[in-house]
């Protein structure tokens, strides 16, 4: 454990994973909130009441092409897994141009929507395409290309250039692009809309328009909070464990015809309704279309002096001039800091609307066995009791396995790969119908596993809290929440996870809803251990062939009752109830039926019961 970590080019080595995989149950994001149109006048608008100037194209080969709706097809609209809605939210409503490649699962699409512009840009030295539109990206290419001789294309727009894989836009988005230098002054001017995928999602568009760029305009295209003493940025923050600043950044376009003069950076934070933290930082000039990134000159302290409550982050851009579309010069980014009495630490905030979920169903091959972990990090010693896991859409009957994590594994790779050593470990958790009604869970972390003490006790330093999750083989999915809020510039390992179907470790890069619970219960830093009706420990050899071996201890004498189940949930093996005696027993269970595979072997005594995961290999 570190102040630092050496991640090097991990994130750039494994997030082309995600699109090795097809699009398995996350649900839908809702991202931050969007631009509106520019108010300068529309020379030309295309909202596709009727048809004149549109034209279809697709490649030999292609199929699934575009096409003129009222409301979205049924695979996308009663999606099971995705919340899309039926209609694209357009200014103009109904209808709208839509390509679905989710309706076919073999073949390929490379299919264009064409409209001819119905005006003359002769004259209009600077003009710009807006357009709305709604997807959802897997693999696929979203790419607009604008013409004046409608042979020779520019390209304009690619969603796989600034929209990440497995990430929904918003319905709808609104894009601004400034297309003067491939048709100002071009007496004929064609746009293209063009799909590119397999077997991938799906493509929304309407209210197409042709305007004059405005003369002042700036856009605050990206934006980032980082943090001077964490690996990352925390959405809920133990007051108890603050020592930190925050700093704040901004990628800036000039969009209008004007150089835009004494740009600011100004950065503020609110406690509720009071501006407890406001900094301007004078940036300079930009000249037309430029681009740049900019940084404040002062930090935002979170300490032990902080107060507890909501706050809200204000990142804004602005000049002399009065912006023609301040909408889209900042954006509000909210987080916590938990009031003393408050145990929950995480990178994710404690209540959200932009989310999407990863779990058991994410991966195929991963039903059983995927991880999902947040990093949590301490600068005081403190106890963690317990790991509160936030859930989406979840079956009850699914198991799942807390444990705290060393963060070695981001220090460099280890022989056989990346590996993240376990500290501590829970009991096996079934999850009920009551965790899925309350959406989250909350698993205990015990002083005392397989009838050893374990320290809880966490030095300061960098830990990941994990939820190892069972399915029974897809029978009971379980899905984690995933706050999007700082999708745009959370570090990549701040969540993690590992997927069965290959035995690897690829970073999340957004803030999975994993909270660590801290108590801050010391005893001569000795923790008081907790009592139980039994101590079951942990059973070997593992991975095992013929026979397993149950070491367990009774705090009184007990009938004692023994299952064993496969990952479906299925009961495999009963071995009959036996009255034993208080004190260390040791069963040895014959398993030479079982086929190679993971199970779970169940102890119930004295009205508790307690599982342990192992492994047939033969």
Do not use: C
């Amino acid at each position: 454990m570190g102040a630092a970590l050496s991640f090097g080019a991990l994130a750039q080595e494994l997030l082309p994973r995600f699109q090795q995989q097809k699009k398995a149950g996350q649900e839908t994001a809702v991202p931050l909130a969007t631009l509106s149109l520019r108010p300068e006048a529309v020379l030309w608008s295309q909202n596709f009441n009727n048809t004149t100037g549109v034209t279809f194209s697709q490649t030999a080969g292609s199929s699934n092409g575009w096409k003129i709706v009222s409301a979205m097809e049924p695979n996308i609209a009663n999606n099971s897994t995705h919340n899309f809605g039926s209609v694209l939210n357009s200014v103009s409503g109904a209808p709208f141009a839509f390509i679905n490649s989710d309706s076919f699962a073999s073949g390929t699409q490379n299919s264009s929507l064409i409209l001819k512009v119905g005006v003359s840009l002769v004259g209009v030295n600077e003009v710009q395409l807006s357009f709305r539109h709604y997807f959802r990206r897997f693999q696929e290419s979203h790419i607009v290309e604008v013409s004046s001789d409608s042979t020779a294309w520019t390209e304009v727009y690619n969603s796989s250039l600034t929209v990440a894989v497995n990430t929904t836009i918003p319905n709808t988005q609104v894009e601004n692009i400034n297309i003067s230098a491939a048709v100002a002054n071009q007496p004929n001017v064609w746009i293209r809309f063009r799909y590119v995928g397999a077997w991938d999602w799906f493509w929304s568009v309407d209210d197409v328009e042709i305007s004059d760029v405005p003369e002042h305009d700036l856009i605050l295209e990206d934006y980032a909070i980082t943090s001077a003493n964490r690996l990352a940025f925390y959405g809920t923050n133990l007051l108890s464990q603050l020592n930190d600043s925050l700093g704040f950044s901004a990628a800036v376009q000039n969009f209008g015809k004007a150089t835009q003069t004494n740009i600011r950076l100004n950065s503020s934070v609110q406690l509720s309704a009071s501006t407890v933290f406001n900094n301007s930082t004078l940036v300079g000039n930009m000249a037309t279309t430029a681009r740049d990134t900019f940084e404040s000159n002062a930090t935002f302290p979170l300490n032990a002096a902080t107060a507890p409550g909501i706050y809200t982050a204000k990142i804004e851009i602005v000049a002399d001039s009065a912006d023609a579309a301040p909408a889209n010069n900042s954006i509000l980014i909210p987080f916590t800091v938990a009031a003393a009495n408050t145990t929950r630490l995480s990178v994710a905030r404690p209540t959200f609307t932009a989310s999407t979920t990863l779990g058991t169903a994410s991966f195929a091959g991963s039903e059983d066995g995927f991880i999902a972990m947040s990093l949590i990090e301490l600068i005081t010693t403190d106890t963690i009791t317990a790991v509160r896991i936030r859930l989406g859409t979840s079956v009850a009957g699914g198991l799942i396995e807390v444990t705290i994590r060393d963060t070695a594994g981001l220090f460099g790779t280890p022989a056989g790969g990346i590996d993240f050593p376990i500290l501590l470990e829970a009991d096996l958790y079934t999850l009920s119908a009551a965790d899925v009604a309350a959406g989250e869970v909350v698993v205990p972390i015990p002083a005392e596993l397989a009838g050893l003490p374990q320290n809880r006790i966490l030095q300061p330093g960098a830990y990941y809290a994990a939820a190892t999750l069972y399915s029974n083989n897809g029978a009971n999915h379980i899905r984690v929440l995933d706050d999007l809020t700082y999708e745009r510039f959370q570090a990549s390992y701040a969540s993690m996870i590992f997927t069965t179907d290959d035995n690897q470790w690829y970073p999340n890069g957004i803030s999975f809803a994993i909270d660590g619970v801290f108590e801050n219960i010391l005893v001569g830093n000795v923790e008081k251990l907790e009592n139980a009706a039994f101590n079951f420990g942990l059973v070997y050899p593992n991975p095992a062939q013929n026979e397993l071996n149950l070491p367990y201890t009774l705090k009184k004498s007990a009938q004692v009752k023994i299952n064993i189940y496969d990952l479906t949930g299925r009961l495999v093996f009963e071995q009959p109830v036996q009255m034993q005696a208080e004190g260390n027993q040791l069963m040895m269970l014959p398993i030479d039926q079982l086929r190679s595979g993971v199970y779970f072997v169940e102890l119930t005594a004295n009205g508790h019961n307690s599982r342990r995961k192992f492994v047939v290999n033969r």
